[in-house]
């Protein structure tokens, strides 16, 4: 029988954990201070993940930590270390992104449980197969994936985890370069400026075109799925994950809640929707308008929020007039003092808050729908006559959930049961609703009572208390004479067992411990010291030169094993073809050492071109590295020369040539089947000091541009071999 699916919750910090495990989920996943790609989240630090981990282990919720960041050569030991810490802390599983780190972890703490995140760039069935191959326990698919390729991958027996709400990239995870290209701050490495929030317009190189649609041409709506949780539960979907690890608390409460309430009616068949007034605290609480992506084929209107890329709130109201720092606002909708607001103007919206809600010439707490307040308002631009006034945070219903989540504990179902007998100690036993079993005994001998004895109705108040521990108590008697026992050593014996079952609780895997690294790669093969891919058809191949052809980045394909051979290699589905002399390209994201040993390894695999993320001096620390653990030289290559993909993008309509941003940089536009590829606007340039071979990528380059950047590259690598 098929296990129940899992509700996965985000827990950015101790308060968003607590509202998690209260409002109903099955797991929660989180970062720690370091390695995590959600670097501006609260995070855990060491001591407060321990409390973490027990917290919910106690309360049967699992705790998965998120290392999902590339990792260079330098900082790989002090990941491990970090690794070895979560191990012994009993978490339950890592998310991981670098091939080196799982490759690592794999070896030396076999027994660890490893999710490959979306940041791994898993969407399609024949990559589900290889990292269940490699040893991974769950893949978290591209939000990409459709509901068809879904199942293809439910199909190959690795859990597969998709995403069910929240904020969507409008590129591949983990293909994403433009925030490192232009700001210098790596998605891959936690710190995404969120360029494709930013305005772009599409141009034809020269002129750019306004849409009418809006001027955030690659700016999503936010992901929501709720009232197709039966068909992906239908489609052996095992983990339903809730973005959000940079949302307060009551947005992770609510949001939870309302996932666990859908997923408890499927399973006892009753069928679910979401309320209309429970759609409209979501919408309060944060939205950028709603979709189902590309999970249920949402069109690009119904996906993207070309208007704004921010939070939306909910209407309510329209704004008569402007005079000397106020507005005068109709409501349609309840407004409470200190409510966020927004009034939709141009260039920008107009931000305030309900500081001082006028009414009537009197100041008021709080106004309904068909009052007319004026409100206090100093930012510019200055509203105009019938504009919409919005609400973005509503003070009334973030009480509402606060007071919600406090009353709210979850509890674990024990029995007790009592055996007291003269000349015997008190003796107390605990099965919870897992089967865990405990037992304690008092520290003194029960004496026959010479007056009252404790009654089965004291000791059932007495056993029944639980303090801090959540637990809920039933008592059974299986023996009880007229003996004389004090109270207070009665709830010390009683606190005792509770606390020798929540130790049992918290720790939940038996593990056998850290296993020594041992690994001997292949030794690679250099055929041709600079290799190329480019649009155009060449002839170019002689010795020390040669084009490759390049798989598709984005290959929903199903699990049918081909022959591949002569190729650059673009994601993990690849690696589990019947290869023969091919190269990984780019986009696994190769940063260290132990990656390009695992990588390289495959079967069919002579080389590897590293991340174009990576410094000089970090792709010395690699090669060094590889040459010292392994003593071999490191068939790797390095870009010198391309316009790098930025982002890759399925189902994008445009079909201008370029993207314009508003520093007027222009990003190219090209086609890869269905997937739109923006390319940098100027292209990378970098000497090769240090791999045995160079690359480079031309695009959009003309025949005779072509043919001296090969030129170039050429005398560069010729001077070298």
């Known amino acids: 029988m098929r296990k129940k699916i ?57 705790v998965y930590v998120t290392m999902n960041t590339l990792l260079y050569e330098a900082e790989m030991d002090a990941a491990m270390k970090e690794v070895g810490f979560l191990y012994e802390a009993d978490v339950d599983a890592l998310l991981i992104q670098d091939y080196g780190l799982f490759h690592r972890i794999r070896l030396e703490y076999p027994d660890f449980e490893l999710h490959c995140s979306t940041q791994m760039h898993i969407h399609n069935a024949a990559g589900c197969q290889f990292m269940k191959e490699q040893g991974a326990s769950r893949a978290v698919l591209a939000r990409e994936t459709s509901i068809e390729t879904v199942r293809q991958c439910c199909k190959t027996g690795i859990e597969i985890e998709v995403f069910a709400y929240g904020a969507l990239c409008v590129g591949y995870s983990g293909q994403c370069l433009m925030s490192s290209s232009v700001k210098n701050r790596s998605g891959n490495r936690g710190v995404c400026a969120q360029m494709c929030r930013l305005r772009f317009y599409p141009s034809d190189g020269h002129s750019r075109f306004d849409s009418p649609a809006g001027e955030y041409a690659l700016a999503m709506k936010d992901l929501n799925v709720i009232d197709r949780i039966p068909e992906l539960i239908e489609a052996g979907v095992s983990s339903l994950k809730i973005e959000g690890r940079m949302k307060k608390s009551e947005y992770v409460y609510l949001v939870t ?122 930012s510019k631009p200055v509203p105009k006559p019938g504009q919409p006034l919005l609400k973005t945070s509503d003070t009334s219903l973030l009480k509402q959930l606060q007071k919600e989540m406090e009353e709210h504990e979850r509890l674990i179902s024990v029995q007790i049961s009592c055996r007291a007998l003269i000349g015997e100690p008190l003796c107390l036993e605990a099965v919870d609703e897992e089967g865990f079993h405990v037992s304690a005994q008092s520290r003194i001998i029960l004496q026959k009572a010479d007056k009252a004895p404790i009654g089965k109705e004291r000791m059932t108040k007495a056993l029944s208390k639980t303090g801090e521990e959540p637990y809920r108590v039933s008592v059974l008697f299986e023996e009880l004479q007229e003996v004389f026992l004090p109270v207070n050593e009665l709830n010390e014996t009683r606190r005792q067992l509770l606390k020798l079952l929540s130790e049992k609780r918290a720790s939940r895997h038996e593990r056998k411990g850290h296993q020594t690294y041992v690994f001997s790669p292949r030794e690679g093969i250099m055929e041709y010291p600079l290799i190329y891919t480019e649009e155009k058809d060449s002839a170019d191949d002689d010795t020390h030169f040669r084009k490759f052809v390049k798989l598709p980045v984005v290959s929903e394909n199903e699990c049918d094993r081909i022959f591949i051979g002569r190729s650059i290699l673009s994601n993990a589905g690849d690696l589990w073809m019947n290869l023969d002399h091919c190269i990984a390209g780019m986009t696994f994201n190769i940063t260290n050492s132990w990656a390009l040993a695992f990588i390289q390894s495959q079967p069919g695999m002579d080389a590897v071109i590293l991340s174009s993320e990576c410094s000089e001096e970090q792709i010395a620390a690699i090669l060094d590295g590889y040459r010292n653990r392994y003593g071999l030289e490191a068939p790797a290559y390095q870009l010198v020369y391309g316009r790098r993909p930025m982002m890759f993008i399925k189902d994008y309509p445009y079909e201008m040539p370029y993207l314009e941003d508003l520093e007027q940089r222009m990003y190219p536009l090209i086609k890869e089947g269905s997937t739109t590829v923006i390319l940098e606007p100027e292209p990378y340039r970098r000497a090769n000091r240090y791999c045995r071979g160079s690359y480079l990528i031309l695009t959009i380059e003309g025949d005779r541009e072509s043919e001296a950047i090969k030129e170039e590259a050429y005398e560069e690598i010729f001077r070298r071999i």
């Open 6 to 62: 899992e509700l996965l919750s985000p827990a950015g910090n101790m308060d968003a954990l607590h509202a998690a495990v209260a409002a109903g989920c099955d797991a929660v996943y989180l970062g720690c201070t370091s390695f995590s790609a959600r670097a501006f989240a609260g995070n855990f630090n060491h001591e407060e993940l321990l409390e973490a981990v027990r917290f919910c282990h106690i309360r049967n919720v699992k």
């Open 257 to 378: 809640k309302t996932f666990r309430e859908a997923i408890d009616a499927y399973y006892s068949g009753r069928l679910y929707q979401v309320s209309e007034q429970r759609l409209h605290m979501l919408e309060r609480l944060f939205n950028r308008g709603f979709t189902e992506g590309y999970l249920f084929h949402a069109d690009f209107a119904q996906r993207m929020t070309m208007d704004r890329p921010n939070h939306r709130g909910v209407e309510i109201g329209k704004v008569l007039r402007y005079k000397d720092g106020k507005v005068l606002v109709r409501l349609s909708d309840h407004l409470s003092q200190h409510d966020g607001l927004r009034i939709l103007n141009r260039p920008v919206d107009t931000g305030l808050t309900a500081v001082k809600i006028e009414k009537k010439g009197k100041l008021v707490n709080a106004a309904e729908a068909g009052d007319e307040v004026w409100l206090e308002c100093h």
